[in-house]
């Protein structure tokens, strides 16, 4: 099994004023964790504040959102080579809260995934179903779908250099979190459903978990072997719960 890895997403959160306690407290946290692996997902105008307070840490910088094409016309978007210049690794596209606010199908999803990856940098991309789909039996045709895009575009082996993060989207910011029964059956669904019969494939994949995940739940969660790790929203902005977190993710 790999070493955990978890991830802050802080969402549209933040204040110039208050990054540097944060982002100090979780460093400090986390340099006594060598045992885990651990990066930040700020929003565009902190990246040269996180970029700055992260020098020297082993927590990698990322960004939420990005544009598919590398510059032009697009007023208000933001490039990859603009987040590689802040030094960022990784890159969040089709969060549920992009695709479904904002309208992002599955094909503009595997778009971004392309020119993140095109670019260097690692993209983290989301996938899970609401309530509804869970409901009506097909999460497994909605994952599937949500990730068939990237295969036609770039072939499954791709995912070999991104992260996958399940994040069912009744679980995220309502503090229900899927049982780690639940996430697991998916989570295993999606490393097969990649990977097929290939092991060492199956095994080189990073697969999150996000949604709700909190010091409480996030050990029994990490335990389940098909989940590397978790997405962390709401947590990831109080030191002491993601450090907590961070902590059950350690070897
Ligand atoms: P949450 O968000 O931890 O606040 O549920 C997770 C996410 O949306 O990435």
Not at 109 to 126: D, H, N, R, T
């Amino acid at each position: 099994m790999q070493r955990k890895f978890i991830v802050g997403n802080w969402k549209m959160n933040g204040a110039l004023a208050n990054n540097e306690t944060l982002l100090k407290e979780v460093a400090n946290g986390v340099a006594k964790m060598p045992g885990v692996d651990c990066a930040v997902c700020v929003p565009f105008p902190y990246l040269a504040q996180t970029q700055s307070l992260l020098h020297g840490t082993s927590i990698k910088l990322g960004a939420q959102n990005v544009h598919q094409a590398n510059k032009g016309a697009y007023t208000g978007e933001v490039s990859v080579s603009m987040l590689s210049d802040f030094n960022c690794d990784y890159v969040i596209v089709g969060h549920s809260e992009r695709r479904n606010l904002f309208g992002e199908s599955s094909q503009l999803v595997a778009e971004k995934f392309a020119s993140v990856q095109k670019a260097g940098l690692l993209p983290i991309i989301c996938v899970g179903e609401t309530l509804e789909q869970r409901e009506t039996g097909i999460t497994e045709a909605v994952v599937t779908e949500q990730l068939a895009e990237v295969s036609k575009l770039l072939g499954e082996q791709s995912f070999r250099t991104s992260v996958i993060a399940y994040e069912p989207v009744w679980a995220i910011g309502t503090g229900k979190t899927a049982t780690p029964e639940q996430a697991q059956e998916v989570h295993a669904f999606i490393r097969k459903n990649i990977a097929g019969f290939d092991e060492e494939f199956g095994q080189a994949l990073c697969i999150l978990y996000g949604g709700s995940v909190n010091p409480t739940n996030a050990a029994e969660l990490f335990s389940m072997p098909d989940i590397d790790g978790g997405l962390i929203g709401g947590a990831s902005l109080v030191a002491e719960d993601f450090l907590a977190i961070c902590n059950a993710g350690q070897k």
